[in-house]
């Protein structure tokens, strides 16, 4: 049996195509300037101390949880614990999705090869798409860096559709949006769990 004909790519956005400059600095460091912000400035010395005290309770394999949760609800709950460690008395859903939405507010930086990658991919008359786990507050910088390669209609963001990989229906829309059935799209990504399985 003949393998289906591959008509378009989606690529995955972070840590496929770009990752955010704060990447490097460590967890509290980086959770310091998403809380600054979306308002909220604490130190990375408190967000630190939150760390541990929540590690220390929950264990150590929660914090592990946040770093591989993929839905808004989940990130956003990790949020609120954190904010309760902190002394912050707003854990409103509102507080927490401006700190979700805030992540994709970070300075994004391409990788060496991204736009050679998208344009090599391009150039062999592939449909090239975003399939993200991200806020809509990222489709901004993904226009800025990659628009002129990647038309926004085939930009899909999981806060956008109310679904999230490994969900099989956000793989579905997507092929829909680039008019390709999902047999014959091909998926780009850095997790095995979130970019393959569904």
């Known amino acids: 049996m003949d393998k289906p004909l591959v008509r378009s790519v989606f690529f995955d956005w972070d840590r496929t195509l770009a990752y955010t400059k704060s990447s490097p600095e460590g967890m509290a460091a980086h959770l310091a300037r998403m809380f600054g912000i979306a308002g909220l400035p604490y130190a990375e010395e408190q967000i630190e101390a ?3 005290h929540y590690a220390a309770e929950a264990g150590p394999e929660k914090v592990q949880e946040f770093k591989e949760a ?3 609800r989940d990130i956003c709950r990790f949020y609120a614990q954190l904010l309760t460690r902190l002394g912050h ?3 409103s859903w509102e507080q927490l999705v401006a700190i979700y939405r805030a992540y994709a507010r970070l300075p994004w930086v391409l990788y060496d090869d991204s736009r050679a990658a998208l344009e090599a991919v391009l150039d062999q008359g592939f449909i090239v798409g975003i ?4 806020s809509v507050t990222a489709r901004q910088f993904i ?11 085939h930009i899909i963001i999981s806060e956008e559709l109310g679904v999230h990989k490994p969900a099989k229906t956000i793989f579905i829309r997507a092929a829909a949006r680039l008019r390709t ?8 990504g850095d997790n095995l769990a979130v970019d393959a399985v569904g």
């Open 131 to 134: 399939l993200s786990n991200t």
């Open 181 to 188: 059935p999902p047999e014959n799209c091909l998926m780009v």
């Open 50 to 52: 939150a760390l541990r």
């Open 143 to 153: 226009t800025q860096l990659v628009g002129d390669l990647v038309p926004a209609q």
């Open 89 to 91: 008395d707003d854990t």
């Open 70 to 72: 993929q839905t808004r």
